[in-house]
Nanobody, 116 residues
Framework: QLQLVESGGGVVQSGGSLGLSCVAS????????MAWYRQAPGQERELVAR???????TYADSVKGRFTISRDNAKNTAYLQMNNLNPEDTAVYYC??????????WGQGTLVTVSS
């Protein structure tokens, strides 16, 4: 099994920055891609950014140029650096991992609130 624990959420003013971390434990050797999703109140969960084991990244159009996903395989950790935040970025952010090619794991989520 794989466990994911996020940290780094909080309250930030519009235009500010925040960094999230996701530490994986358990079957970490089997991880392929890691990703960040978010879910705003009353909205569906959406993909924010994804990074493969080889370092290939993809981003939602709404965050391109503002957010950066990265991972440190030695530390079993994924990061999401968020810059120039706006109130529309307010959501619970979830870490996600694909492992053993057909399994997936989710973190418990961390709340990011951007005040105007």
């Amino acid at each position: 099994q794989l466990q994911l624990v996020e940290s780094g959420g909080g309250v930030v003013q519009s235009g500010g920055s925040l960094g999230l971390s996701c530490v994986a434990s358990g079957s970490t050797f089997s991880i392929s891609a890691m990703a960040w999703y978010r879910q705003a109140p009353g909205q569906e969960r959406e993909l924010v950014a994804r990074i493969t084991s080889g370092g290939t990244t993809t981003y939602a159009d709404s965050v391109k140029g503002r957010f950066t996903i990265s991972r440190d395989n030695a530390k079993n950790t994924a990061y999401l650096q968020m810059n120039n935040l706006n109130p529309e970025d307010t959501a619970v952010y979830y870490c996600h991992a694909d492992y053993y090619s057909y399994l997936e794991a989710w973190g418990q989520g961390t709340l990011v609130t951007v005040s105007s």
